[in-house]
């Protein structure tokens, strides 16, 4: 079926003096809550980039595209900027189906930078990845948990696509390791609005801790519907996808009990965290959405996309896969290196108090805590 290509942007100019990147984040549907955060942080570290002399000789440009569309016109509208020249690469947060569905179009093409927490396993060449998977976020947050929360009996409530069902597939192995065990799992639709059946079923299970494995608004209207049910005197939550964002929405009634885990969190009282609160703050104001996790993680592909163009001195996707072991870049997470296209990175843990998270500790990656 003949699909109309986009048309191109105002800024696409023939002397290739523009370096365009296509921004794919969530314009719509659950993960909309936080998609402004997305594209202030990374238009906050493009400007940055272009301030230190842009990439290559060439200013970096955004041009928004709405992840939140299906997968496959996602797929085809970026892949229909690639073959117009309008874009020379990739970068957001979006869900893994739309991860895949893109990745097999445009990456052999393009360098295409990853910026979601996900379920692991991505080698594709030319995908490079800057969040957190389950092994080093998961795995040590839920060891912490049993070993001082006494968490032995799991129930899983998850969005029905990749991430996370194979994220539940590993927990049942970190379950394991802790002494404990995945004793329900439930996969419901994006966008899903009525949780009584999932909660009636957490009811009647002897659960101790729910892993949360829901996108943004869906996220928010479980926690609502849980505080309502009265199981935050029974059980602890866990999620891996919960913002600054996400936790306002939610409101402080509805997230008593309320753990995440991740590679950034607001709250930090770090240098590169503090630094990053200020930048964002003296560009959008005192009313811009809330700086969170998922949000800066836009900021941290931006800036890996231009290490990785800078490091290899070409738009040579090949040649930019050759050079990545020695790529390094420096952002609010810290000194970041990449191994085997994943940025290594510290990962924390969190509880929910009020309208922000307390940062508890950071996480002991080599840890299982039997």
Excluded at 23 to 47: D, K, M, N, S, W
Excluded at 177 to 195: A, C, K, N
Excluded at 223 to 247: H, I, K, Q, V
């Amino acid at each position: 079926m003949f699909r109309p290509r986009p048309p191109a942007p105002d800024w696409f100019t023939a002397d290739a003096s523009v370096l365009g990147v296509a921004l794919v984040f969530p314009l719509q549907g659950p993960a909309g809550i936080f998609g402004p955060t997305c594209e202030l942080c990374a238009q906050l570290a493009a400007e940055e980039v272009n301030r230190a002399g842009g990439v290559l000789g060439r200013e970096v440009k955004l041009l928004p595209v709405d992840g939140g569309a299906p997968p496959r016109e996602i797929a085809d509208h970026v892949e229909a900027l690639v073959d117009l020249g309008v874009v020379q690469g990739v970068t957001g947060w979006h869900i893994s189906s739309v991860r895949q569905a893109l990745a097999p179009r445009i990456a052999h093409r393009v360098p295409y930078v990853y910026t979601a927490l996900y379920e692991g396993g991505e080698h594709t060449a030319g995908v490079f990845l800057t969040s957190e998977t389950p092994r080093d976020q998961l795995r040590p947050a839920m060891g912490l948990l049993a070993h001082e929360r006494g968490v032995r009996r799991w129930f899983v409530v998850g969005n029905d696509y990749v991430w996370p069902r194979r994220t539940a597939r590993a927990a049942h192995a970190y379950a394991r390791e802790s002494g404990g065990v995945i004793g329900g799992e439930v996969y419901l639709p994006l966008g899903t609005h009525d949780f009584e059946p999932v909660l009636r079923r957490i009811e009647r299970s002897d659960a101790d801790g729910v892993l949360m494995l829901l996108v943004g608004s869906d996220a928010v209207r479980f926690n609502r519907a849980f505080a309502a049910y009265g199981l935050p005197a029974r059980c602890l939550r866990l999620s891996t996808l919960m913002d600054e964002n996400m936790l306002m929405a939610s409101g402080p009634s509805a997230t008593e009990d309320l753990y995440s885990t991740a590679g950034f969190f607001a709250s930090l009282a770090n240098q590169d965290t503090l630094d990053l609160h200020g930048q964002y703050a003296d560009r959008y104001g005192i009313e811009a959405p809330a700086l969170g996790s998922l949000g800066e993680s836009c900021y941290e592909g931006v800036l890996l996309l231009a290490a990785l163009l800078k490091r290899a001195g070409t738009l040579d996707v090949t040649a930019i896969g050759a050079a990545a072991g020695t790529v390094s870049y420096e952002g609010p997470r810290g000194l970041m290196h990449l191994r085997d296209r994943h940025v290594r990175q510290r990962i924390y843990l969190a509880r929910a108090d009020g309208l922000d998270f307390d940062v508890l500790t950071e996480l002991d990656l080599h840890s299982t805590r039997p």
